[in-house]
């Protein structure tokens, strides 16, 4: 079992519906967790960063966080065609960077939003 | 620079070649991260500088890379007797000292043949 689970997709939505990703992870340790948006043949950009449980809201964009159960998610509301990308939740033991150990991503999830 | 950059952009060899993958930091940010990309498996963590201390290396894959940073800053990833198997994106973020945050580079598409 890998450390962190993530549905590769592709998940294809209509513009302007709500949007759910989200990741399972194995290692109770995990403390900060990230959403990272990747577009084709660029690098991750960061979007979301949460420590330990809780929500985030930040624009249309929310980050939620149940340690309880090692799951993590990340809602966008009112898809745009310019979030179709690759979608990578991410997490650490050492802060948003990781530190020595770096950052445990998930495989990705592609996101179509269709117009 | 505005941001992480890296170079080349693409690297086409031939295996069992040697390759230097380079990547020149955010001026002032102290971390700086190798990743490896590869299709269908994500993002693996390679290695890790902070600052001009030594990194941990147990992280690379095989005793074929190698990676060092001169002066705190530029870094080189080097892969010996590259493998069809080390077909990758390589991907570099640097972060800090401000922020634990790690912004990535474009990323050097390596395809060994």
């Known amino acids: 079992q890998k450390e962190v689970e993530q549905d590769p997709g592709p998940l294809s939505v209509p513009e302007g519906a709500i949007v759910s990703l989200n990741c399972t992870y194995s290692n109770s340790a995990f403390q900060y967790f990230m959403w990272y948006r990747q577009y084709s043949r660029k690098g991750p950009e960061l979007l979301m960063y949460t420590y330990s449980s809780g929500n985030k809201e930040d624009g249309r964009f929310t980050a939620q966080v149940d340690k309880s159960s090692k799951y993590i998610s990340l809602f966008i509301r009112d898809s745009q065609p310019s979030d179709s990308a690759t979608y990578l939740c991410?997490?650490?033991?050492?802060?948003?960077?990781?530190?020595?150990?770096?950052?445990?991503f998930g495989k990705g999830t592609h996101l179509i939003i269709q117009p | 620079g505005a941001g992480v950059s890296q170079s080349p952009s693409n690297k086409v060899t031939e295996k069992g070649k040697d390759v230097e993958l380079r990547c020149d930091p955010i001026?002032?940010?102290?971390?700086l991260y190798w990743y490896r990309q590869s299709l269908g498996q994500g993002l693996e963590f390679l290695i890790y500088f902070q600052g001009n201390s030594a990194p941990d290396k147990s992280g690379l894959p095989s005793d074929r890379f190698s990676a060092e940073r001169t002066g705190g800053s530029v870094s080189t990833l080097t892969i010996q007797r590259t493998q069809q198997e080390d077909s990758a994106v390589y991907l570099c973020?640097?972060?800090?000292?401000?922020?634990?945050?790690?912004?990535f580079g474009p990323g050097t598409r390596l395809t060994v043949l």
């Open positions: 001026s002032g940010h102290t971390a």
């Open positions: 973020a640097s972060g800090g000292p401000r922020t634990d945050t790690q912004y």
């Open positions: 991410a997490m650490s033991k050492r802060g948003s960077g990781g530190g020595a150990d770096g950052l445990t």
